[in-house]
């Protein structure tokens, strides 16, 4: 699902985005579909208003953690079971801001063939970290054991047996599933690149470098079409197999095919590259315009005060009404109310007890049972 949003505030600068979302769900779609319709107001009403392009940017990955967190406790209140992989793409002109829990992955595809994996695979399989996490948290990690004491199939969490570390929903498995995001910024040079977002049964059959040359040349949906046949062809019909393609590419223009790289040709863009900055007032805007990607942001804790951080603008953390506001569901709070992620109460003898983000009380147990500080099946109301 890809969106496009243009907000007009003729007393401000107003954001103009794009952006596109995959959700793969299983045990059932209600997951899946409820964080399709939920998600992105949540996130947009995580950002404080006012701010000004470059402050939007740098705030969009607090405000990403908040509406995954927001989106699974309201989900999860309902009472249901599924649960969904997730992966959110925010473009800003050349900005680009993906979160993902799940192992929906994204790349980015640049000129000269360089690819660039904006996501973590949150398979138990594969992260030893978050084995480790979840492990420290209470949860189980194993195989499922047959007759005779054998063991199949991939890593799973026990109660439940998913193969994710992370996701939205899946209240029976237990709260060490957490929906904290990785997040990850960079922001391309104005030759632009293209994204390929696609759900595990693409990853499954191929690599990221395959899944990138399978479509260089082609427009983005047939390039989304092309990437899909690939996947099949290579492994068959075994998994979902969704793919969005988008191509981020200079105003009214359209993107030149982009030939499978030649060996000759990484020698010559290195030695073009390094020659530019030798010269740096000879065609600097045109080689500085190759191959660049500068990352801006990156991080994929799993503790939600760490990704939520400090209210270092004292307004931040207030609604315009003077009240404090829950950093994840954005209600407001008394005084009296809030609890620093950080100190406990605002009122305690902690260091910087009043510094925020706040937390509502549900909040802040859906937090302490996301970090294992009390038993999972706990209800969060």
Known sequence: MSFWM?????????????????????????????????????????????????????????????????????????????????????????????????????ILDTQGGAVTTLTVDHRLEENIEERERVTASGGEVG??????????????????????????????????????????????????????IASDGIWDALSSEMAAKSCRGLPAELAAMQVVKEALRTRGLKDDTTCIVVDIIPPDNELPPTPPPKKRNKLRDLLFRKRSRDSAGKLSKKLSAINIVEELFEEGSAMLAE?????????????????????????????????????????????KPWQGPFLCSDCRDKKDAMEGKRPSGVKVS
């Open 143 to 196: 195989r499922l054991s047959i007759v005779g004491g054998a063991e199949i199939g991939p890593l799973r969490c026990w109660p439940g047996g998913l193969c994710l570390s992370r996701s939205i929903g899946d209240m029976d498995v237990g709260e060490f599933i957490v929906p904290i995001p990785y997040v990850k910024q960079v922001k391309l040079s104005n030759v632009g690149g293209r994204l390929i």
């Open 307 to 351: 990704r939520l951080g400090n209210d270092d603008n004292l307004n931040s953390g207030q609604s315009t009404s003077g009240l404090f506001v829950c950093a994840v569901c954005q209600v407001d709070l008394a005084p009296s109310e809030g609890i620093s992620v950080h100190a406990g109460s605002i009122f305690s003898t902690s260091a």
């Open 6 to 106: 243009e907000a007009h505030d003729p007393m401000r600068w107003s954001p103009i985005y794009s952006g596109s979302q995959i959700f793969d769900g299983h045990n059932g779609n209600a997951a899946a579909i409820f964080t399709r319709e939920h998600l992105l107001n949540h996130v947009l009403g995580a950002l404080p208003r006012g701010l000004g392009r470059d402050e939007w940017i740098q705030a969009l990955p607090r405000a990403l953690v908040a509406g995954f967190v927001k989106t699974d406790k309201e989900f999860q209140s309902r009472g249901e079971t599924s649960g969904t992989t997730a992966t959110f793409v925010i473009v800003d002109r050349w900005t680009v801001t993906v979160a993902s829990v799940g192992d929906s992955r994204c």
